[in-house]
């Protein structure tokens, strides 16, 4: 089933590319001054749907029935590691450019994700109800809505955790807008985020470490790495020291909104070590270090 989707989508991937080509290059025939030879031509700018795992596996899940806590689901939208103990993702990979959006609807069709093996804990709607805390994306629904069928699996119950409303819908809610923005201004936006610890506060007050009878772990903290980059191709082999990282973590309480979130920026290190995950792990070492040990301090709207 995984092999199949992701052929599809990759020849979908290929289509669209195409599809894109062809229109720019139509565009562009007209005003084109003396075209340089076939070797020299500069590479056009084409916003992709590109790989959602580019920047590596995080956690190097794999596919097993046999590794529960380590549980690697790759959908055409999204990609994370499922953690069985905690009913809830490790992490959750995507990537971002315009060629992801689109005027669908947010469909607010949260459903359990059948594509967890049988005998893995699957989280429904239900067990959210009257916690509360939200069901908060991890991709954000807004980030994909190309299509009715992208929007939907943003729903599914593996892509969310349980927030306190005001970090979902105001510190959280800002930095996913301000991603977003950022694909209208030429970028394209690679993100890795997840949860760790346990202990929230939501709308019902005092510490609440686990919902639905134990099976979800409520993360005490949020975590987010985005990888901002020109739009353009072969994103890995581009990223260099320079490439802007933003990385945050946030406390999973109601008092979250009296900073924005650009107060909770830290580094890609110290994520690391809270999480004992290996993020931008594709990312050549030399450069990885010196990404990963640095506070963005670039605009925050
Ligand atoms: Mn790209
Ligand atoms: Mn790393």
Same mark, same amino acid.
């Given at each position: 089933?995984? $092999?199949? +989707?992701?052929?599809? *989508? ?21 005003? $084109?001054? %003396? ?8 590479? +056009? ?5 590109? /790989? ?6 995080? !956690? $190097? ?35 971002? !450019? ?12 949260? !459903?359990? /994700? ?16 009257? &916690? ?8 954000? !629904? ?21 927030? *306190? ?13 301000? $991603? ?10 690679? &993100? ?14 005092? &510490?609440?470490?686990?919902? *639905? ?20 191709? /072969? ?13 945050? %973590? ?19 290190? *110290?994520?690391?070590?809270? &999480? ?14 010196? +990404?990963?040990?640095?506070? %963005? ?5």
């Amino acid at each position: 089933m995984v $092999a199949i +989707l992701s052929h599809g *989508a990759r020849v979908g991937a290929l289509l669209f590319s195409a599809s894109v080509l062809l229109g720019a290059c139509r565009k562009e025939d007209p005003i $084109a001054p %003396d075209p340089l030879p076939d070797t020299e031509q500069p590479v +056009l700018p084409i916003p992709g749907r590109d /790989d959602n795992m580019a920047l590596g596996n995080p !956690s $190097a899940a794999i596919t097993s029935v046999l590794t529960p806590e380590n549980y690697l689901m790759v959908k055409p939208q999204y990609a994370l590691a499922y953690q069985n103990s905690r009913g809830t993702a490790r992490w959750v990979s995507w990537h971002l !450019s315009t060629s992801w959006k689109g005027n669908a609807e947010r469909c607010d069709c949260f !459903s359990g /994700d059948d594509a967890l093996p049988f005998g893995f804990f699957q989280a429904v709607t239900q067990d959210y109800t009257n &916690t509360g805390f939200n069901r908060g994306h991890l991709c954000p !629904s807004d980030d994909r809505d190309g299509s009715d069928a992208d929007n939907e699996v943003t729903f599914l119950m593996t892509n969310v955790m349980p927030q *306190a409303p005001i970090l979902n819908q105001v510190t959280w809610g800002n930095l996913e807008d301000y $991603a977003r923005s950022l694909i209208y201004d030429g970028y394209e936006v690679y &993100t890795v985020a997840g949860g760790y610890g346990a202990g929230g506060t939501g709308s019902n007050g005092g &510490t609440t470490t686990t919902i *639905a009878f134990g099976n979800i772990t409520v993360p005490s903290r949020y975590w987010k790495v985005l990888v901002v980059l020109e739009e353009g191709e /072969d994103d890995i082999n581009r990223i260099s020291s320079n490439t802007r990282v933003i990385a945050v %973590d946030m406390p999973n309480t109601q008092t979250v909104n009296a900073s924005p979130w650009g107060a909770y920026r830290t580094t890609v290190d *110290a994520i690391e070590d809270s &999480t004992g995950l290996d993020l931008l792990s594709l990312v050549p070492a030399a450069i990885q270090s010196a +990404l990963e040990s640095a506070v %963005d301090d670039g605009p925050t709207q």
